[in-house]
T-cell receptor, first 110, second 114 residues
Framework: RKEVEQDPGPFNVPEGATVAFNCTYS??????FFWYRQDCRKEPKLLMS???SGNEDGRFTAQLNRASQYISLLIRDSKLSDSATYLC???????????FGTGTSLTVIP | GAVVSQHPSWVICKSGTSVKIECRSL??????MFWYRQFPKQSLMLMAT?????????EQGVEKDKFLINHASLTLSTLTVTSAHPEDSSFYIC??????????FGDGTRLSIL
C-alpha cells in the first residue's frame, strides 16, 4: 500500500468555484503534514502546513483528521493562477523521510 | 526565507556518461538533504536521505552504486548518476530542511540521456 494516496484528478473548475482535495496516509504514527504546489516543470513549493486544529491562509483551508488518516485542502474563490498540481506530503515518525502523494491536478477555467 | 540552490538545471549527455548534480542550502545549515526523482506525470519519489558526514540512506529499489551521494558539508550535497542510461532520464530534485521546519526544494535538474 502506498504511504500517501491522492486522487490525481484532473479537476477542472470555473473561476470563483470552491474545490476540495483529499489525501489519505497509511502510517498512523505520521507526525507532520503539508500541502505543496507544483507548477508544470518546476519544483514543488510549500503552500501550507497542516495542523490538527485545522488552519487557514487566505482562500486556502487545510484540515487533518487523524482518526480517519486523511488531510484535506479547500480552495475558495478559485483564481486562474491556482492552476497547478497540489501535492500532499507526509512526514513519517522515523527519521526525516517525507512521502509525497501523486498530486492532484487543478485547472481553473475562465 | 530559506533558499536551496541546485545546479545544473538541465543536462543532456550521451549514454555511459556520469553526471554530478549539486544541491546547496544558501542561508541555513542543512544536516539532512533529500534527493527525489520525478518521472513525467508522476509524483516525486524519494531516492535517498543524505546526512552530513555519514552515508546516505537509500530507499528500497534505489541502487546506491548507481546513484552516489556525498554530503561533505552542512550546505552541500551532491548526487552523481554513474554511467547514465536513457532510462535514467528524469527530473531530479533535492531538498533541505532546518530542524523542525518544512523542507525547501531546489529548482530541479532535468537530465536527458541520449
Amino acid at each position: 500500500r502506498k504511504e500517501v494516496e491522492q486522487d490525481p484528478g484532473p479537476f477542472n473548475v470555473p473561476e470563483g468555484a470552491t474545490v476540495a482535495f483529499n489525501c489519505t496516509y497509511s502510517n498512523s504514527a505520521s507526525q507532520s503534514f503539508f500541502w505543496y504546489r507544483q507548477d508544470c516543470r518546476k519544483e514543488p513549493k510549500l503552500l501550507m502546513s497542516v495542523y490538527s486544529s485545522g488552519n487557514e491562509d487566505g482562500r486556502f483551508t487545510a484540515q487533518l483528521n487523524r482518526a480517519s488518516q486523511y488531510i484535506s485542502l479547500l480552495i475558495r474563490d478559485s483564481k486562474l493562477s491556482d492552476s497547478a498540481t497540489y501535492l500532499c506530503v507526509v512526514n513519517k515518525n522515523t527519521g526525516n523521510q517525507f512521502y509525497f502523494g501523486t498530486g492532484t491536478s487543478l485547472t481553473v477555467i475562465p | 526565507g530559506a533558499v536551496v540552490s541546485q545546479h545544473p538545471s538541465w543536462v543532456i549527455c550521451k549514454s555511459g556518461t556520469s553526471v554530478k548534480i549539486e544541491c546547496r542550502s544558501l542561508d541555513f545549515q542543512a544536516t539532512t538533504m533529500f534527493w527525489y526523482r520525478q518521472f513525467p506525470k508522476q509524483s516525486l519519489m524519494l531516492m535517498a536521505t543524505s546526512n552530513e558526514g555519514s552515508k546516505a540512506t537509500y530507499e528500497q529499489g534505489v541502487e546506491k552504486d548507481k546513484f552516489l551521494i556525498n554530503h561533505a558539508s552542512l550546505t552541500l550535497s551532491t548526487l552523481t548518476v554513474t554511467s547514465a542510461h536513457p532510462e535514467d532520464s528524469s527530473f531530479y530534485i533535492c531538498s533541505a530542511r532546518e530542524v523542525g521546519l518544512p523542507q525547501h526544494f531546489g529548482d530541479g535538474t532535468r537530465l536527458s540521456i541520449l
